[in-house]
């Protein structure tokens, strides 16, 4: 069965900081890999996703991650937070083929205005 | 379009007690979840139906949780009898119009379920 970790449980940045959140996963196969983002008051929401192809993948608001196979990662980046991206970040793993999602933990964002 | 729907936003109830969720997903979409957070973790997969048909319910408790989808479109899930360990948010998914792991999940803002 497949694991996902998070390792930031709380991150409080400055506006303009850079970001980046941990993501790493166990899984012997091929998965497919994304960051879900849950604002304040709102439902869980899709950032981005990876299937295949292009390792770096672009997001909604300026997000981007990078899948690097050879450590198991998926690290969400953004190079300038902003207020608004207060939220709690969860990355999930699914089996390549299959739907079933694990997420880890999350980390909860707080920027600092 | 509409997102999932679900209700009630809020449940309390006592243990021993039962209580049943609903759901109502994205219109067109074959494919509907049930997870389980609890406070401090990820959501975890309760249940899983492709149609009206159940694909995955591996980690259901199913001597107290029961879910069903008839006509292949809204969803309840239950418990019954709860315990206090069943305090969470139910979170109620869909995706679709086709199947495969291509397909976005798309959360409903769940129930928040608490056990006295």
């Known amino acids: 069965a497949q694991s996902v970790s998070q390792h930031n449980h709380h991150v409080i940045l400055s506006e303009a900081a850079s970001l980046e959140l941990g993501c790493n996963y166990s899984y012997g196969g091929t998965v497919n890999l994304f960051w879900y983002v849950q604002y304040p008051g709102q439902h869980l929401q899709l950032l981005l996703k990876?299937?295949?192809?292009?390792?770096l993948v672009k997001g909604i608001k300026g997000f981007e991650a990078e899948f690097i196979k050879s450590k198991f990662s998926f690290n969400l980046r953004k190079p300038s937070v902003q207020w608004s991206d207060t939220a709690e970040y969860f990355c999930a793993v699914s089996p390549f083929g299959n739907e079933k999602l694990t997420f880890g933990t999350g980390t909860r964002l707080t920027i600092i205005p | 379009e509409a997102g999932v729907a679900q209700s009630p936003r809020y449940k309390i109830i006592e243990k021993r007690q039962s209580v049943a969720f609903w759901c109502n997903p994205i219109?067109?979409?074959?494919?509907l979840y049930w997870y389980q957070q609890i406070l401090g973790q990820g959501p975890k997969l309760l249940i899983q139906f492709q149609n009206n048909g159940v694909v995955d319910d591996s980690q259901l408790p199913k001597d107290r949780f029961s879910a069903e989808r008839l006509k292949g479109v809204d969803s309840t899930l239950k418990i019954q009898p709860a315990k206090l360990e069943d305090s969470a948010v139910y979170l109620c998914?869909?995706?679709?119009?086709?199947?495969?792991?291509?397909?976005?999940?798309?959360f409903g803002d769940g129930t928040r379920l608490s056990i006295l």
């Open positions: 219109s067109g979409h074959a494919t």
């Open positions: 990876y299937f295949s192809g292009d390792p």
């Open positions: 998914a869909s995706s679709g119009p086709g199947t495969g792991s291509n397909q976005p999940q798309h």
